[in-house]
């Protein structure tokens, strides 16, 4: 804003201007930020780490099945000295375990193609070619190694092809990662199927997008989650259409997401995430002294708090509730304000109003956050913190893809991204 443009401004609206610059800066607890973006607190500030009071402890569990178990008695009795021979009855005291890794080195077989002279005619007959021989020399454990390494500890080539040499004394070069990585990547394509048509058959489904660089352009990584299904899917766009091409023509009972335009109207009924409004009310309760945002932020607490409890309650009991929380939340919205920053809220929340009690109609279906979503898009993020993005569109996509089969496997407890990645490549 220019001088000239201030001096045109009236005294009201200057001071207003002063008061939102005065206003502090957004932190993680109350917007949309990470975490990392915060300042951090002074030492003196700062809460202490450790356990906290009340914190109950936990100790490492003792292995059931040992490799190998010794025995240490004592050779003398301390008390009189004599000796204390091994066939005596013992009794164990306490057990105390040694962990470590095996030295781990490359297995490598060699196929041989033999040749002989047919002893009858005196043909020279060779042997057929191995199916070792086709393809590449790689195993399926060290694709899974790499697929992991690459995908879910978000090692850039440089990192990943140190990592092999030192770990494992193999030498491979940063084109033949990328090689080994696409062939991989390719074995995941029918798990990703499997997922994308449970998806378009569930009754709710869950959706967030954050942004990812893609051959150095700004591009987008989405997630759709439903309770049988987790898909990502890269895009350069973030557009609705991306819905609507994941989704072909299927509209679920119930969506869920941020109030963001793309995400809207894909279902039957939508449940805005709470935990996006909570973040916003709370940074109005911390900038301003207006008593509306404090009586958001305690509505928001009773939902919250209504939400843990909506499988144990009956559905006459839900619908009082409802209609309470509903009455409560009228008064509040047609509350008169004269903060500029209270009534951008009160209108935001408005324009949302019939989308924040859905979970409600369907007990233990609809969550009141996209916290599922996001926990699904974090690893996306990290990657994109450590390697700034994909060199190509394939890498994307096929890292989608993993995820994809990886995330939806655990679904079902015990499932690791490991164990799920080798199974795949071994298949």
């Not at 987008?220 to 890269?234: G, I, K, L, N, Q």
């Not at 009228?330 to 951008?344: E, G, P, Q, V, Y």
Request: charge should be positive; charged fraction near 20%; glycine fraction near 6%.
């Amino acid at each position: 804003m220019s001088r000239s443009d201030l001096e045109r401004l009236s005294k009201e609206e200057l001071i207003e201007l002063v008061l939102r610059l005065q206003r502090p800066e957004k932190t993680s607890r109350t917007s949309s930020k990470p975490p990392s973006t915060d300042r951090k607190e002074q030492r003196e500030r700062s809460k202490p780490g450790g356990a906290k009071p009340g914190h109950e402890g936990h100790s490492r569990i003792i292995s059931s099945t040992p490799d190998e178990v010794v025995d240490h008695g004592p050779g003398q009795c301390s008390c009189c000295g004599a000796a204390l021979t091994a066939d005596l009855a013992t009794e164990t005291v306490s057990i105390h375990e040694q962990v470590d890794l095996p030295e781990v080195k490359p297995l490598v077989t060699q196929h041989r193609r033999l040749s002989v002279c047919c002893p009858t005619c005196g043909s020279r007959v060779t042997a057929p070619v191995p199916e070792a021989a086709r393809g590449t020399p790689f195993g399926p454990r060290l694709h899974a190694v790499a697929t992991y390494l690459k995908t879910f500890q978000a090692l850039s080539y440089e990192r990943l092809q140190a990592a092999l040499s030192d770990l494992f004394g193999l030498t491979l070069s940063q084109g033949g990662l990328m090689n080994l990585l696409w062939r991989a990547q390719g074995r995941f394509a029918e798990g990703q199927v499997r997922a994308v048509s449970s998806l378009r058959r569930a009754k709710v489904v869950a959706s967030d997008e954050t942004g990812v660089r893609i051959e150095g352009s700004n591009a987008y990584h989405w997630v759709f989650r439903s309770p049988e299904a987790v898909v990502h899917h890269a895009s350069p766009t973030r557009a609705a259409s991306v819905v609507r091409e994941m989704m072909d023509g299927h509209r679920p009972a119930v969506w869920l997401s941020d109030r963001y335009t793309a995400q809207q109207g894909h279902g039957a009924a939508h449940q805005t995430c709470l935990a996006h409004l909570a973040r916003d009310v709370a940074y109005a309760v911390e900038v301003s002294q207006d008593p509306v945002p404090w009586r958001l932020q305690l509505w928001l607490q009773a939902v919250f708090a209504l939400s843990g409890q909506v499988t144990t309650l009956a559905a006459s009991t839900l619908s009082a509730k409802r209609r309470t929380l509903e009455r409560q939340l009228a008064d509040i919205l047609a509350a008169a304000t004269s903060c500029d920053l209270t009534r951008a809220l009160q209108a935001k929340i408005s324009r949302a109003r019939e989308q924040l009690l859905t979970f409600l109609e369907h007990p233990g279906l609809v969550e009141a956050t996209n916290n599922g979503c996001e926990r699904a898009l974090r690893p996306a993020v990290i990657q994109r913190k450590v390697t700034n993005g994909y060199r190509a569109m394939w890498a994307a996509q096929g890292e989608a893809a993993i995820r994809t089969v990886v995330d939806t496997a655990r679904l079902t407890p015990g499932a690791t991204a490991f164990g799920t990645i080798l199974a795949t490549l071994s298949a």
